[in-house]
Structures are given as structure tokens and as C-alpha cells.
């Protein structure tokens, strides 16, 4: 399975590189949003750009007929998309933060509201949304959700810029309140939704004609 992570790291650098200009097109167009705000919607984004990339190119090259014809368990091969969904998370929310850190290189308080307990929550965004996107591309493919999918999180992508830019409900804020007790519920729902999906894709991979 670790090489199958490796493999995903390894095919995304051409992802990576549209996403650091991405990254520095944002800093400019949301230019009036904090940080903080700023840090945590483009992590959300980059994982979902690497997710989907990833799902993309092994389409686009026929990967899973040559998974079949390896000494690999469907389970690993499942597992190891949801897992890269932490590792993605964990590269977005580095990067992005390096370039906060170099564009208000004058101001650097946002740093104190920067903790693993705020990358957890993100990552915690991020694998909801992987437990809602992976099973429809593990059933119909990239290609026949892409659509639906970008549709989807375009209006989502929406709505949370305008809670991030909008004073009066201020999703940042609200993300950094939660109260731990609260948090690990909502952490142990997602978890358990989590798994549910690792499941269902799992059936799904299981019953999935690869040839």
C-alpha cells in the first residue's frame, strides 16, 4: 500500500505545480481575507484538486487493469486513496502556510492561531469530503462524475468564501471556536462516515469490472 501512496505523490508533481500558482493567484484575488481564512480555504481546495487528479490519471492510463495483474488487494488499493487524503493534507496545509508566512513576512501573528488542532479540523473537512466524492468515482469513473462533482464543490467553493468574507458569520472563526469536547464528536462522527465510505468502495472496487 505505502508504494501505491508513493505512486499517487509521485504522478502529482504536475498537480503541484498549478497549484502553488494557484495558490499565489488567490493571495491576490482574496486579498482581503485574513490569513488564517486564507490558509484554511486554500487547504480545503488543494486536497480536492490532488484527490481528483489522482482518480483522473489513473483512469486516463488504465491503472486498475494493471493493479489487477499485480500481487495487490483490492482493499490496499482503496485504502490508499482515502489515506493520501491525510497525506494531501498535510502537503496543502505546509505549503500554503510557507506562503502566508512569505507574503506578510512583516506580520506574522496569524502564526499563533496556527496549531494541529486547527489541521485536524481541516483535514477532518477534507475527509468528509472524500467520504462523499471516492465511492460515485469508484462506481462511474472520473470522467462520467467530473461534472457533477466540480458542480458540486463550485457552489460549495462559493458559499465558503462568502461565509469566510462576511463579518457577520465568520466560518473561520467558527471553525477555530469549536470546543474540544464538541470537536471530538463531530471527529468521531466523520471518522465513522469515513469508514462507511472506505467500505462502500471498497464493495464497490470488489464488484467493479476492470477490463
Avoid at 486564507?38 to 482518480?55: D, E, P, R
Avoid at 483512469?59 to 488487494?73: G, M
Avoid at 497525506?87 to 502564526?111: A, D, E, G, K, R
Avoid at 467520504?131 to 467530473?146: A, D, N
Amino acid at each position: 500500500m505505502f508504494n501505491l501512496i508513493k505512486k499517487d505523490l509521485i504522478v502529482q508533481k504536475k498537480t503541484l505545480f498549478f497549484i502553488i500558482p494557484y495558490f499565489l493567484f488567490s493571495l491576490i484575488t482574496f486579498d482581503n481575507m485574513s490569513p488564517n481564512a486564507f490558509i484554511s480555504l486554500m487547504t480545503i481546495t488543494s486536497v480536492f484538486i490532488l484527490s481528483t487528479a489522482s482518480f483522473s490519471y489513473d483512469e486516463k492510463n488504465k491503472s486498475t487493469i494493471l493493479f489487477s495483474s499485480l500481487p495487490i488487494t483490492k482493499l490496499n488499493i482503496v485504502l490508499a486513496k482515502y489515506i493520501n487524503t491525510i497525506v494531501y493534507s498535510i502537503i496543502s496545509f505546509t505549503l500554503v502556510t510557507i506562503i502566508m508566512i512569505i507574503s506578510n513576512i512583516n506580520n506574522l501573528n496569524f502564526l499563533s492561531a496556527l496549531n494541529i488542532i486547527l489541521f485536524i479540523k481541516l483535514t477532518s473537512v477534507s475527509m468528509l469530503i472524500a467520504s462523499i466524492t471516492f465511492p460515485l468515482f469508484h462506481k462511474y469513473g472520473f470522467i462520467k462524475t467530473k461534472s457533477i462533482i466540480f458542480i458540486i464543490y463550485f457552489i460549495l467553493f462559493g458559499i465558503i468564501t462568502n461565509l469566510f468574507q462576511n463579518n457577520n458569520f465568520y466560518i473561520g472563526y467558527f471553525i477555530n471556536s469549536i470546543l474540544i469536547p464538541n470537536m471530538l464528536i463531530i471527529l468521531l462522527i466523520i471518522l465513522l462516515f469515513f469508514i462507511s465510505s472506505i467500505l462502500i468502495s471498497l464493495k464497490i472496487y470488489e464488484n467493479k469490472n476492470l477490463y
